[in-house]
């Protein structure tokens, strides 16, 4: 029998991930991801429902989460459903919640973005890569009209 688990979600985040470590040094996270969704009903009306979806992080993914978003910042997320079920200590019921895995993610916009839980100052950057220069034609000889000057050469761009 063929299985097939993929989840893919965009949306935002509900809170601030809660980043934790397992007692072997496992980094986990736990994140809220808000995703809604448009529609129109048959008489017309305009509508909005949103579902909200609990995330499990691991590893440096979870690490990277914690430390570049909060509360509002959007998210694209791909992982995996995980049924969790337990005895409730309080009542005895058994209880169950279905969550995600997250296996990638991919941030959405810019961390400049107002109200998407840009980091602050602090937070380290991978540096901008500088712009190439770019090739300048080469001047005409002496007593030449410019015009007929041959292009310069592909290879002496610097990528």
Known sequence: MANFNKVLLMGNLTRDPEL????????????????????????????????FVDIDAWGKQAEVISQYCKKGRPLFVEGRLKLDQWDDKTTGQKRSALRVVLEGFQFI???????????????????????????????????????????????????
């Open 109 to 159: 916009g810019t961390p400049t973005t107002e109200g998407a839980g840009a980091p602050s100052a602090g937070v380290a950057r991978p540096p901008s890569r500088p712009a190439a220069p770019a090739p300048r034609a080469p001047e005409a000889p002496s007593g030449e009209a410019g015009g007929d000057a041959p292009p310069p050469e592909e290879d002496d761009v610097p990528f």
């Open 20 to 51: 934790r470590y397992t007692p072997k040094g496992q980094a986990v996270a736990k994140l809220g991801l808000a995703v809604n969704r448009r529609y129109t009903t048959e008489s017309g009306e305009a509508r909005e429902e949103t579902t």
